[in-house]
């Protein structure tokens, strides 16, 4: 899932896309508001993280203005403002949750599973689509209980697809969270890697909707 990272601090920025990039993320980072605004405005995420002293535009006023355009991407800010009147300014603004400077990367990582999961309408930790289970936590997806391995490609695919069941995700979409914004965009490549996944889990999970992208059915929950 394609996640942006919006940082000023370099080494900051770094550790968190290395972090989120193990975690199966696709992540992007910029380092200024106004261009974190821009990205956020026409781009689409699962989620952004976003620090709040940034150069250019504040990071308060980009979420202010991502909201007031009805942006609904989940936010995860990030701040060293230790108050607890900047901390509700921040949830009032739109922020899904909160993380104060300094913090370690394991809760950046569970705060970020959370609000991912509670914008698909997830409440729990775990996703279920018939005998298929996503376990975010552990990266691993079983089928009737038993571990399918699964390459980091494949992982993101499913991932994505089950987070959104019940919807129809566009092939743009798709290979947006799969593959990132600036990889090889060959629509051939997606679907070759849709029946490599297919093989593996061995069960009708995946539609194909021709025309339109492919979904995993929300009645198989």
């Known amino acids: 899932m394609r996640v942006l990272v919006v940082e000023d601090d370099p080494r900051i920025a770094a550790d968190m896309a290395g972090a989120l990039a193990a975690a199966g993320y696709v992540a992007e980072t910029v380092g200024d508001g106004k261009e974190a605004w821009f990205r956020g405005d026409t781009e689409d995420y699962a989620a952004i993280v976003l620090d709040l002293g940034l150069p250019k535009m504040d990071g308060l006023a980009v979420l202010k203005r991502w909201r007031e355009a009805g942006r609904r991407t989940p936010v ?35 705060r970020l599973r959370a609000i991912v999961r509670r914008s698909a309408g997830h409440a729990g930790p775990k996703v279920t689509a018939g005998p ?43 290979m947006d969270h799969v593959y990132g914004h600036d990889a090889d965009r060959d629509p051939n490549a997606l679907e070759a890697l849709l029946g490599r996944v297919r093989r593996k889990l061995g069960v009708e999970l995946i539609e194909t909707r021709r025309g339109f992208g492919y979904a995993v059915p929300a009645e198989r929950a």
């Open 76 to 110: 995860l800010v990030l701040t060293a403002r230790g108050t607890w009147a900047e901390r509700v300014e921040g949830i009032d603004a739109g922020a899904d949750d909160y993380l104060p400077k300094p913090f370690r990367m394991e809760e950046l990582l569970a």
């Open 132 to 174: 298929v289970a996503l376990d975010q936590r552990e990266m691993r997806v079983s089928v009737n209980g038993t571990g399918v391995p699964l390459s980091p490609l494949e992982y993101r695919l499913v991932a994505y697809l089950m987070l959104n069941r019940g919807r129809v995700v566009p092939q743009h979409e798709l």
